[in-house]
């Protein structure tokens, strides 16, 4: 019988085929619903770009988070921007923290860059939405990418 890393997926980042915003998206889908982080690549040969999304801290602190529970898709909207694979979607996902935070990931699968928000009543929203405690209460919002190593710093290390 199969264990179950061997029946789970790998990360795919550096595999090649996507681009680097790609990649750091699959990367932090993969945290958020707290998947195991085993690489599916040949680390001997990971780039910088790869080596910087890998070792992101806070999307790791996220991926490791106590609470170990899946994200969940709050909302879908197509848009009219498909890119060549037929993505033409964007959307929100949450997932409950162990110290009573939300991690809130917004996803653009579409082919252009865009501004995108969420509401508080969204974001709480299988907590009564705009009326729950914590939609009224003040809110922290964190870029979990703003602090990743940059390229420079990477290939320096893999050097």
Same mark, same amino acid.
């Given at each position: ?19 680097? /915003? ?7 889908? %993969?945290a ?7 690489? $599916?690549?040949?680390? =001997? ?6 080596? &910087? ?6 999307? @790791?602190?996220?991926?490791? *988070? ?5 994200? @969940?898709?709050h909302w879908?909207?197509?848009? &009219? $921007? ?6 033409d979607?964007?959307?929100? %996902?949450? =997932?409950?923290?162990? /110290?009573? /935070? ?8 579409g082919n ?5 928000n ?7 929203? *299988?907590?009564?939405?705009a009326? &729950? ?6 809110? $922290?919002?964190? $870029?979990l %990418?703003?602090?990743q190593? *940059? ?7 893999? &050097?």
């Amino acid at each position: 019988m199969l264990s179950f890393l061997e029946l789970n997926p790998r990360l795919k980042v550096g595999n090649g085929g996507q681009t680097y /915003d790609e990649y750091k998206t699959h990367f932090c889908m %993969w945290a958020h619903n707290a998947s195991p982080l085993v690489i $599916d690549s040949d680390i =001997r040969s990971m780039t910088a770009s790869s080596l &910087s999304i890998y070792s992101n801290p806070a999307v @790791i602190a996220l991926n490791q *988070d106590a609470a170990v529970s899946a994200a @969940i898709r709050h909302w879908r909207y197509y848009v &009219s $921007d498909v890119d060549e694979y037929g993505m033409d979607e964007i959307s929100m %996902w949450t =997932r409950a923290m162990n /110290d009573s /935070d939300v991690a809130v990931v917004l996803v653009n699968a579409g082919n252009m860059s865009r501004e995108m928000n969420a509401t508080l009543a969204e974001i709480f929203f *299988d907590n009564g939405a705009a009326r &729950s405690s914590e939609a009224m209460m003040s809110n $922290d919002v964190y $870029d979990l %990418w703003a602090y990743q190593m *940059d390229n420079t710093t990477a290939t320096n290390f893999l &050097s």
